[in-house]
């Protein structure tokens, strides 16, 4: 399995040898010290640095680009200032590189103590947490909001570089676009669970999924339907599974699940139980309704592995037989 996905680790400076929790001082510590023309774009700076009369500063990350550029930049929005978003490069943040955000897409306004998001009657909309809106909305410190195929996260904190750090961290570990994993995570979980279940002789299965004719999906909906294939099939999946089964997106439309205590047998009806999740209802917005499936390839861990690689071999093998035999449907190697 690649890792051609759109992750959110581009730009972000992080120490590896050791799990990403072990780095979280060190990983908030790293990202504060990228350069400022490239992460701490200032619009409408005040005497008092952007923050507001309630002591809050309104701050943006951006988490997910189609071309992986700015992840992790930063954008202050001062007390009384607004800041345009769109391709023009007349714009406070300017994006000439995404053909579906509209020349002038949306504005936020920071007015007493609160700020306000607008769409500017663009082509595709603008949405905050997946929904599209239809009129000025608050935004909440946390909501994430998307314009055209690029998704921000908006801080409104007292301590916004605690916030900051934190949502810095997150975008090592996590997927943009998603929400779920991604795929440096998910090899440093598969790595430690292996590691566990040599040494006590635990079960441990790992299933790789692949959404079926994905390149379909963008070439007659668009990549932003894409986008939101992926976002629900994350979505489904993760309502789908326990606590302790690890999601990640580990490429453009494929999914790893780790499944620790877990025989084949075990995760052959996790499998089973999210393919038909996934094909039994299509996906619905206000614009489209798209029906996808997809195949899945399960492996579960032997004492004659030598490594991770064997049992990542044996499922993408296993998932390679479900695409070749007709897709949606589930193969145990």
């Known amino acids: ?31 504060s010290r990228r350069p400022t023309t490239q992460s701490n774009t200032v619009v409408g700076a005040t005497a008092s640095g952007g923050i507001g009369s309630d002591g809050a500063e309104a701050n943006l990350i951006l988490i997910s680009h189609p071309l992986n550029q700015h992840i992790g930049q930063r954008y202050r929005l001062a007390l ?35 700020v306000v998001l607008r769409d500017l009657q663009s082509t595709n909309g603008t949405a905050v947490n997946d929904r599209l809106i239809d009129g000025p909305t608050v935004l909440r410190s946390g909501d ?69 004719l994905f ?34 997106r580990i490429g453009g439309e494929e999914f790893g699940i780790l499944c620790p205590e877990t025989d084949a047998g075990g995760a052959a009806e996790v499998a089973e139980k999210l393919r038909a999740a996934i094909a039994e209802t299509p996906f619905s917005s206000s614009t489209l309704t798209i029906h996808v499936t997809c195949s899945f390839g399960v492996a ?7 490594g991770v690689s064997d049992l990542c071999n044996e499922a993408d093998h296993a998932l390679y037989r479900s695409k070749n035999e007709g897709r949606n449907r589930v193969t145990v190697a």
């Open 1 to 31: 399995m690649d890792d051609s996905g759109r992750t959110v680790e581009d730009g972000l400076t992080f120490l590896t040898g050791r799990p990403a929790e072990d780095h979280a001082a060190e990983l908030a510590a790293a990202a």
């Open 80 to 114: 009384g200032q607004s800041l345009e978003i769109g391709r023009s490069p007349q714009v406070e943040i300017s994006l000439p590189e995404v053909p579906s955000i509209s020349r002038n897409h949306a504005r936020l306004e920071h007015q007493r103590g609160v």
């Open 144 to 212: 994430r909001f998307q314009v055209g195929a690029v998704h921000f996260k908006f801080l409104h904190e007292r301590d916004v570089e605690h916030a900051y750090h934190d949502a810095i961290f997150e975008l090592v570990i996590r997927d943009g676009l998603t929400g779920i994993f991604n795929k440096r995570k998910f090899d440093e979980e598969i790595e430690r669970e292996f590691a566990r279940a040599r040494r006590y002789g635990r079960a441990l299965s790992l299933i790789y999924a692949d959404i079926d």
């Open 215 to 248: 390149k379909d999906v963008n070439d007659n909906h668009g990549h932003l339907a894409g986008d939101f294939v992926l976002q629900q099939v994350a979505g489904r999946m993760k309502r789908s599974l326990r606590a302790e089964q690890v999601l990640a």
């Open 300 to 306: 579960a861990r032997s004492e004659g592995m030598a």
